[in-house]
T-cell receptor
Framework: DVKVTQSSRYLVKRTGEKVFLECVQDMDHENMFWYRQDPGLGLRLIYFSYDVKMKEKGDIPEGYSVSREKKERFSLILESASTNQTSMYLC??????????????FGEGSWLTVV | GDSVTQMEGPVTLSEEAFLTINCTYTATGYPSLFWYVQYPGEGLQLLLKATKADDKGSNKGFEATYRKETTSFHLEKGSVQVSDSAVYFCALRLYNFNKFYFGSGTKLNVKP
């Protein structure tokens, strides 16, 4: 089974802190994603990466950055956390040939509260 | 642009009732279509998928048929259980891109 592991399930951070959310996948997938999920807004894509050291902005990249130094690991960074970044963050990965209909696999989520 | 629209919830049903959650999409090209389920406090899990027109995806009693003529992928189940209570997301992946587009989710509550 594909496994996407997010390092922290629950975090509480102070405004202005630098926050790292780590994600590891074990299926050698090329593509990795970070979403945030908020009530009434569904899933919104923050950043994605289709290769090591490659990244592309999603729909809501402001206030976030990412790092992908190794294929299996994709980190989300909040440079200076703010209360409006309190949310559930979902990491995901996908792979395989384009057009094959390969699915996207999610981690269990990280609940971040910024106080 | 490319997008997925699904019916707003919550949907409340009694156990053994018939379920339909509507999903329509807008996409350039030939997308693959998916339904995901999210149980409370967890991430999203793949429920079923279809990769081309007229394909039917099925899993755990849930079904959805890829209808290109109506650009729809409605989720159905003949008899829901309390354990089906969750949030359901419709999604698409474009043929030649790595991005996935998700609907806003539909919460299902099943009462005993």
């Amino acid at each position: 089974d594909v496994k996407v592991t997010q390092s922290s399930r629950y975090l509480v951070k102070r405004t202005g802190e630098k926050v790292f959310l780590e994600c590891v996948q074990d299926m050698d997938h090329e593509n990795m994603f970070w979403y945030r999920q908020d009530p009434g807004l569904g899933l919104r894509l923050i950043y994605f990466s289709y290769d090591v050291k490659m990244k592309e902005k999603g729909d809501i990249p402001e206030g976030y950055s990412v790092s992908r130094e190794k294929k299996e690991r994709f980190s989300l960074i909040l440079e200076s956390a703010s209360t409006n970044q309190t949310s559930m963050y979902l990491c995901a990965s996908s792979g395989g040939e384009i057009g094959s209909g390969n699915t996207i696999y999610f981690g269990e989520g990280s609940w971040l509260t910024v106080v | 642009g490319d997008s997925v629209t699904q019916m707003e919830g919550p949907v409340t049903l009694s156990e053994e009732a018939f379920l339909t959650i509507n999903c329509t999409y807008t996409a350039t090209g030939y997308p693959s279509l998916f339904w995901y389920v999210q149980y409370p406090g967890e991430g999203l899990q793949l429920l079923l998928k279809a990769t081309k027109a007229d394909d039917k995806g099925s899993n755990k009693g849930f079904e959805a048929t890829y209808r290109k003529e109506t650009t729809s992928f409605h989720l159905e189940k003949g008899s829901v259980q309390v354990s089906d209570s969750a949030v359901y997301f419709c999604a698409l992946r474009l043929y030649n891109f790595n991005k996935f587009y998700f609907g806003s989710g539909t919460k299902l509550n099943v009462k005993p």
